[in-house]
């Protein structure tokens, strides 16, 4: 039962002149047993977001809170409460050991101390994420990626972590075998109230798992909300692009390109690249009721939006007002998504 | 995984490089544990009358200056040369794993500073460093053991840095210290196993040279110090009276190169036997064998085509030499298309949908082997070597797209130039006209700025640009079919519509056909009216995209259902597939989905499915096909 707060996150790569901010002055709360998703495209920074997390990429600054105390650096002694697993279950276990013994070599010993048997442990964390004890025996060649990813998974529970973060933990498996992956993830939320940073491209996937949907686009949150609301009313012209392009049943998300050569020119326009950050509102060369579009909105290119006023934190100049917010989603002083139950 | 690395060195020694230096190793060690038993008191033995004789009957070798036996000599003076040798190795590669390592154990600034010491010290010749170090250390074994120790250390230093960079970097290493795992415990049970092999390689071969220096060092009198004589020393013993007794020196010089190589062979062969991935024999031994194959099911579409078929293909199978006989990854496929059509397959990784859309392009590499009672592209026949001959209908008439379009194109030309060169080709175009045509269908393909991104290199486009220029580069012609390869897996999910959306309006505008090839049934389902599943090379249902709601394949169902949508109810779980994909090398006799089937039940694990057509344009390989939904275990919906 801990919260996971990042205060103004920022990080940077490479040198001043020719260097790229990969994560700018990000805020985000994942509350106590929430599950917060954080979808964006590659180079939004989510995954550089969640190493700094575990401390992996030093920040520049900004600060990462669980319970109101830094998160602990990897190689410090002690209990590592936050824990992460990596996109690719092929490369994040070791070939040369068994799947038990990467398992063991997490377990903290304090947990061993108290008359818990290493394998017997590792037998209840195979049993969590669905697999057969028999599997510590193994070596991870012998399994298939959608297992490896789930060890990959019971590895991380292995240190007891208060808050678990999944980056990318489907987006390399095959689609036959993502499901028992998320199930997984689903089942840990009811069985043992983790709180869960979940990222992924996908926002069908992220929608699956979450309880609070969080938008980020060139190293800034753009949108954050309880899920249902964000998925039923996007505030952010770059959120509704994501929706549009999710797949949903019946519905072809492959329209037409649009008829107006403005709104063509926008739909065709490339992902904006982070080394060249665009003044003003860094989406507005690819927003579809930006400048581009509607040349009466100067203001996207000369300012950048403040988020605190708008719905779900919205960095839009032209997203609704926060006040028709109150209803919806309780306000705590970030503003950041307290988690709404989805059901 | 240990007996397979057990099988690695085994098939090492077992090449003929291996059992020689494997033999010869054998000899050597066995020399330097026994000689000094056997034979110390001959070798040690003065016979004043018998000073400086060459060789006889009773000294093979002839005697020293001292009348002592030089054959005896040899053959004890090898433990010394072999103990100094490995000594020397030790001190090299144990201070060369410290300071190889240094970024695990220091940090990365301090080990910086120490890669940089390494490197400047690599850049010293051995020799030059050793004989340094011999001045420093002073004259006897001793001295020469640490001199050659640590003229060894530096280059090994810099082979396990590299060495320990590879690994440092992998996912598992970062899970490791997450998990709060010390540095010095990540170093020996994580990092050290994973680059164990080739630094042992390399010990053994450097064990080799150094044995070679060290014999230099001695007969430089810089190493052993007499009364004590290892083969350096002899040699320069048996230098002195060449011209008297020349068999003495020619033979300690022959024990030192054998010795030499005996390590030096032995690490070569375990080296290569690591490299070695596929064992080329087996490749041979396989080719030319003709693999069983079902008979062709009967063609039957529905309504029959009037328009001749653009791609026509029918019993389409790729095998694959394997060192336990021919694979068939792809088995029996047929499939047919019309100008403008679109059609997907989809499948699963290993399904056997990429070769597909290689052996259609003619691009399966030897020593694959496609085989197909029918392969038509636009009437000609493309099957086996005559694929050679419509090199030039296949350059203006079919386009090829594929999943990473970086390694698609040559990264040291102008993406204009290698568009242009298409054209030059194939259409016979100068040089200025086809730089036209290059940017017209940049244009085309709406890329942004296409004058300017002609004159760009493929790594300054992003990926959704550079596919695009791909798909450009398949316009230069006048293409009749597009088979897209996972055109858009490698990219965002908003460029990923961009780009489908681009291939529909090219269908629609331009009349040409798209195969698309994807492992996502919903990107398959936006763009084509005909969709293929492909499971374990086999083609198990194919149907009208709007039919999908109504499949009848268990595998599409499950395909379906396991992907998550917008509308996904949250409150159950996903549907799976039990099991994991089946290997090409272990199909079985009856349905290959049958272990994975939750309708399977004998009659399935024993026969195989055909391909039946339904009378409504819809195929399916399946017993259960007409089992109503309410029978359907497992069903999600």
């Known amino acids: 039962?801990?919260?996971?707060?990042?205060?103004?996150?920022?990080?940077?790569?490479?040198?001043?002149?020719?260097?790229?901010?990969?994560?700018?002055?990000?805020?985000?709360?994942?509350?106590?047993?929430?599950?917060?998703?954080?979808?964006?495209?590659?180079?939004?920074?989510?995954?550089?977001?969640?190493?700094?997390?575990?401390?992996?990429?030093?920040?520049?600054?900004?600060?990462?809170?669980?319970?109101?105390?830094?998160?602990?650096?990897?190689?410090?002694?002690?209990?590592?409460?936050?824990?992460?697993?990596?996109?690719?279950?092929?490369?994040?276990?070791?070939?040369?050991?068994?799947?038990?013994?990467?398992?063991?070599?997490?377990?903290?010993?304090?947990?061993v101390r108290n008359g818990v048997t290493r394998r017997s442990e590792v037998a209840r964390l195979l049993g969590l994420v669905d697999l057969d004890p028999d599997r510590a025996d193994q070596y991870p060649a012998e399994l298939s990626g959608g297992q490896r990813q789930r060890v990959a998974i019971a590895r991380a529970l292995a240190a007891r972590p208060d808050v678990l973060i999944a980056d990318e933990v489907t987006s390399a498996l095959d689609v036959s075998v993502q499901g028992t992956v998320l199930n997984v993830v689903r089942d840990l939320r009811h069985r043992i109230r983790l709180s869960m940073l979940f990222i992924s491209h996908n926002l069908a996937v992220v929608r699956y798992v979450s309880d609070v949907i969080a938008v980020m686009y060139l190293g800034r949150i753009v949108e954050v909300g309880p899920a249902d609301d964000v998925l039923l009313d996007p505030q952010h012209p770059y959120t509704r692009e994501l929706l549009a392009a999710a797949p949903r049943p019946g519905a072809t998300p492959l329209g037409p390109p649009p008829g107006d050569p403005a709104l063509r020119r926008v739909a065709d326009a490339e992902p904006a690249d982070p080394h060249h950050p665009r003044e003003g509102c860094r989406f507005h060369p690819r927003c579809p009721v930006g400048p581009l579009v509607r040349p009466e909105r100067g203001v996207c290119r000369e300012r950048e939006p403040a988020t605190a006023e708008h719905r779900h934190r919205a960095a839009c100049h032209f997203a609704l007002p926060a006040s028709h917010e109150d209803s919806h989603a309780p306000s705590d002083e970030g503003g950041s998504g307290a988690p709404t139950p989805a059901h | 995984m240990r007996a397979k690395r057990g099988s690695t060195w085994v098939r090492a020694l077992r090449t003929p490089v291996g059992a020689t230096g494997a033999a010869l190793l054998v000899v050597v060690f066995l020399l330097a544990a026994l000689a000094p038993v056997l034979w110390s008191a001959q070798a040690s033995a003065v016979d004043t009358s018998q000073i400086l004789r060459g060789s006889s009957s009773a000294h093979r070798l002839g005697t020293d200056s001292l009348g002592r036996d030089i054959l005896y000599r040899l053959l004890v003076g090898t433990r010394l040369s072999v103990t100094l040798a490995l000594g020397a190795t030790a001190i090299g590669v144990g201070a060369g794993l410290v300071l190889g390592t240094t970024p695990m154990w220091l940090g990365a600034r301090l080990g910086r500073i120490v890669g940089a010491a390494v490197n400047i010290a690599v850049a010293f010749p051995g020799l030059l460093l050793a004989l340094f170090f011999a001045a420093v250390f002073g004259i006897g074994a001793t001295g020469a053991v640490l001199a050659i120790g640590f003229a060894i250390a530096p280059g090994f230093a810099r082979l396990t840095q590299t060495l320990v960079a590879r690994v440092a970097g992998l996912d598992y290493i970062a899970a490791a210290r997450i998990a709060g795992v010390g540095r010095g415990r990540v170093l020996i049970r994580h990092v050290l196993p994973n680059i164990g092999e080739p630094l042992v390689v390399n010990a053994t071969i450097v064990a080799g040279n150094a044995l070679l220096?060290?014999?230099?060092?001695?007969?430089?009198?810089?190493?052993?110090?007499?009364?004590?004589?290892?083969?350096?020393?002899?040699?320069?013993?048996?230098?002195?009276?060449?011209?008297?007794?020349?068999?003495?020196?020619?033979?300690?010089?022959?024990?030192?190169?054998?010795?030499?190589?005996?390590?030096?062979?032995?690490?070569?062969?375990?080296?290569?036997?690591?490299?070695?991935?596929?064992?080329?024999?087996?490749?041979?031994?396989?080719?030319?064998?003709?693999?069983?194959?079902?008979?062709?099911?009967?063609?039957?579409?529905?309504?029959?085509?009037?328009?001749?078929?653009?791609?026509?293909?029918?019993?389409?199978?790729?095998?694959?030499?394997?060192?336990?006989?021919?694979?068939?990854?792809?088995?029996?496929?047929?499939?047919?298309?019309?100008?403008?059509?679109?059609?997907?397959?989809?499948?699963?990784?290993?399904?056997?949908?990429?070769?597909?859309?290689?052996?259609?392009?003619?691009?399966?590499?030897?020593?694959?082997?496609?085989?197909?009672?029918?392969?038509?592209?636009?009437?000609?026949?493309?099957?086996?070597?005559?694929?050679?001959?419509?090199?030039?209908?296949?350059?203006?008439?079919?386009?090829?797209?594929?999943?990473?379009?970086?390694?698609?194109?040559?990264?040291?030309?102008?993406?204009?130039?290698?568009?242009?060169?298409?054209?030059?080709?194939?259409?016979?175009?100068?040089?200025?006209?086809a730089w036209a045509r290059a940017v017209d269908r940049l244009r085309a393909v709406r890329l942004p700025g296409a004058e300017r991104r002609a004159r760009q290199f493929p790594h300054e486009l992003s990926g959704g640009m550079r596919q695009r220029a791909m798909i450009g580069m398949g316009l230069m012609g006048t293409p009749a079919l597009i088979v897209a390869d996972e055109p858009t897996t490698a990219l965002d999910v908003t460029v990923q519509r961009q780009v489908l959306r681009l291939l529909e309006s090219i269908r629609a505008t331009?009349?040409?056909?798209?195969?698309?090839?994807?492992?996502?049934?919903?990107?398959?389902?936006?763009?084509?009216?005909?969709?293929?599943?492909?499971?374990?090379?086999?083609?198990?249902?194919?149907?009208?995209?709007?039919?999908?709601?109504?499949?009848?394949?268990?595998?599409?169902?499950?395909?379906?259902?396991?992907?998550?949508?917008?509308?996904?109810?949250?409150?159950?779980?996903?549907?799976?597939i039990p099991g994991r994909p089946i290997d090409p090398s272990e199909y079985p006799v009856g349905c290959a989905f049958a272990p994975r089937c939750p309708l399977a039940d004998e009659h399935c694990r024993h026969v195989d499915p055909a391909l039946v057509a339904d009378g409504h344009g819809r195929r399916v390989a399946c017993w259960h096909a007409d089992a109503t939904p309410a029978e359907r275990v497992g069903d999600p919906n």
């Not at chain 1, 990042?6 to 790229?20: E, P």
């Not at chain 2, 007794?245 to 024990?255: D, E, K, M, V």
């Not at chain 2, 082997?369 to 592209?377: H, S, T």
């Not at chain 2, 709007?546 to 549907?575: E, F, G, K, N, Q």
């Open chain 1, 1 to 111: 039962m801990s919260e996971l707060r990042f205060s103004g996150v920022t990080v940077r790569f490479g040198t001043r002149t020719r260097g790229l901010t990969a994560v700018d002055g990000v805020d985000l709360t994942v509350a106590s047993g929430s599950v917060v998703g954080l979808v964006g495209e590659s180079g939004s920074g989510k995954s550089t977001l969640a190493r700094a997390a575990v401390g992996l990429t030093p920040m520049v600054s900004g600060r990462i809170l669980l319970d109101g105390r830094p998160v602990r650096a990897p190689w410090r002694a002690g209990p590592h409460r936050v824990q992460m697993v990596f996109q690719d279950p092929y490369s994040s276990l070791d070939p040369r050991m068994t799947v038990g013994a990467s398992i063991a070599e997490a377990i903290p010993r304090a947990i």
């Open chain 2, 213 to 433: 220096a060290l014999a230099g060092l001695s007969f430089l009198g810089l190493g052993v110090q007499a009364p004590a004589y290892d083969w350096g020393r002899l040699l320069a013993e048996s230098l002195n009276s060449i011209y008297i007794n020349p068999s003495a020196a020619f033979a300690t010089g022959l024990a030192v190169v054998v010795a030499g190589l005996a390590f030096n062979l032995f690490g070569e062969a375990v080296a290569r036997g690591l490299g070695l991935r596929t064992p080329s024999a087996a490749v041979v031994s396989d080719r030319g064998r003709r693999t069983p194959r079902a008979p062709a099911p009967a063609r039957a579409d529905g309504a029959p085509d009037r328009e001749p078929a653009l791609l026509a293909v029918e019993g389409l199978c790729v095998s694959f030499p394997g060192p336990r006989g021919a694979t068939t990854p792809v088995r029996d496929v047929g499939l047919s298309m019309r100008r403008g059509a679109s059609v997907g397959i989809v499948g699963e990784s290993g399904s056997g949908k990429s070769l597909t859309a290689l052996a259609i392009a003619g691009l399966i590499e030897e020593p694959g082997r496609v085989d197909a009672d029918r392969l038509e592209f636009l009437g000609a026949d493309l099957r086996g070597d005559r694929v050679r001959a419509h090199r030039h209908l296949l350059g203006t008439s079919f386009a090829m797209v594929f999943q990473d379009p970086l390694a698609s194109f040559n990264p040291t030309m102008r993406v204009g130039r290698q568009l242009a060169e298409v054209a030059e080709e194939h259409l016979g175009l100068r040089r200025a006209p």
């Open chain 2, 510 to 576: 331009e009349h040409v056909a798209i195969l698309l090839i994807s492992h996502d049934i919903t990107v398959v389902s936006h763009v084509c009216e005909r969709v293929l599943v492909m499971y374990a090379g086999r083609v198990v249902e194919d149907l009208p995209t709007v039919d999908l709601p109504r499949c009848r394949h268990p595998y599409t169902r499950a395909l379906l259902a396991a992907v998550p949508d917008l509308a996904t109810d949250r409150s159950r779980p996903l549907t799976v």
